[in-house]
């Protein structure tokens, strides 16, 4: 049982009806968000939609203009940073230049007062957890990209936070680094026992990391779910064109029966399909349907197969693991298809400006109202 499915759990980060204007601006909007102890959480959003700002007010920088932000039962307000079982760590890691990979770590430490031999302890077990203890003497200038970045991450844990905030933590590493970074964050939280909240703008980022995803919009929450609800049950168009590629097949809904619906105009053609959520008779919605859940192929499907559209492949890009197909119909609308070119070896080949029949399952996407 996830603590967020268990009605009897206790959030352990509450942001309650949080507010923050800057001036006239409103950067974050009546905004309530629940964390869980352990939780690895990712707050998701484009350039400006107020994910830092949320960050730095549960870190101290920022207070709320209203509404109010808990940790462990806990009001936060007039809490200094330093006072708060908090840490931040930032894109640009801010390591001190003139200091070696151990002085860096030790460095909070110190100043807290800590004794000696256990700042060297604990130097020692940071180094090792993030793998850097040859590397100890350097300094960060004698380190690659991912090196620093591990140091900034074990000086950040070091003072032993309840919650370490990283904003766009990875931002400077290149993708391959980035990749392998993620794994080790998460192994990382993973034997830390802490909580994680990290924002990002890649989409990838979060849904590869995190348990749970928030994803904003001009500082409102337009979802809170896992990676593979965000995914399969997107709530929104907004959403659901967010994390991932989609298909958006607007129309209107012509008659709906249980958990189905009829759609017309979608693409000129009539479609059925099931998930229909809370749409009604008349309502103007999507059917959004991912790529790898639209069969396309070179013949007709058999006699009574849902939902099919004739076209022809637009565009075709072979990427490896898979091909993708971009069919335009009739309507000139291009729908994007892709298949696993294991799965492809024994369908037929198909090529560019090919005739193309594309089908999904009734079941295979979900209507959007909003
Ligand atoms: P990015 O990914 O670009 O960092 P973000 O989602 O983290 O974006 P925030 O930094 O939280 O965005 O900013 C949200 C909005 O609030 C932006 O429009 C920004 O310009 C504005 N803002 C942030 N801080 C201030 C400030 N101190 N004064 C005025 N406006 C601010």
Redesign the pocket.
């Known amino acids: 049982f996830a603590p967020w499915n268990d009605p009897d759990a206790r959030p352990y980060i509450a942001f309650e009806n949080v507010t923050?204007r800057?001036?006239d601006?409103t950067?974050?909007n009546n905004l309530s968000l629940s964390i869980y102890e352990r939780e690895f959480f990712a707050?998701l959003?484009?350039?400006?939609?107020?994910?830092?700002?949320?960050?730095?007010m549960l870190a101290g920088f920022?207070e709320p203009t209203s509404g109010r932000i808990l940790l462990d039962g806990q009001d936060l307000r007039g809490i200094p940073p330093y006072r708060r079982p908090v840490n931040m760590m930032f894109q640009s890691y801010a390591l001190f230049p003139h200091m070696t990979v151990e002085q860096n770590i030790a460095f909070g430490l110190k100043q807290e007062g800590m004794p000696k031999p256990e700042i060297e302890t604990r130097v020692a077990d940071m180094l090792k957890l993030v793998k850097l203890t040859q590397f100890a003497k350097r300094k960060p200038h004698q380190l690659s990209g991912g090196q620093r970045q591990r140091v900034a991450l074990a000086r950040s844990v070091a003072k032993r936070p309840k919650v370490l905030l990283l904003?766009?933590p990875l931002g400077a590493l290149d993708k391959k680094l980035r990749e392998e970074t993620q794994f080790e964050l998460m192994d990382l939280q993973q034997s830390l026992g802490l909580t994680f909240v990290i924002?990002t703008?890649d989409q990838e980022e979060a849904m590869t990391m995190a348990d749970r995803i928030a994803i904003?919009d001009k500082?409102e929450v337009m979802q809170v779910a896992t990676p593979a609800e965000v995914y399969e049950a997107p709530g929104s168009r907004y959403v659901a064109s967010f994390v991932g590629n989609v298909n958006m097949l607007e129309g209107t809904v012509a008659e709906r029966t249980e958990n189905r619906a009829r759609i017309t105009g979608a693409s000129g053609a009539e479609i059925v399909v099931e998930n229909a959520g809370d749409a009604a008779a008349g309502n103007t919605v999507a059917f959004a349907i991912r790529p790898e859940k639209i069969k396309v192929s070179s013949r007709p499907p058999a006699e009574g197969t849902a939902n099919v559209m004739e076209g022809e492949i637009y565009d075709l890009a072979y990427l490896g693991d898979m091909t993708v197909y971009h069919v335009r119909l009739a309507d000139g609308q291009v729908l994007k298809a892709s298949a696993l070119n294991s799965s492809r070896i024994t369908e037929d080949p198909l090529s560019w400006n090919d005739r193309a029949w594309v089908s999904f399952a009734p079941d295979a996407g979900v209507v959007l109202t909003r």
């Open positions: 923050k800057f001036g601006f950067a974050v707050l959003g484009a350039s400006g939609c107020g994910k830092s700002t949320l960050l730095r920022d904003d766009e924002v703008h904003l500082g």
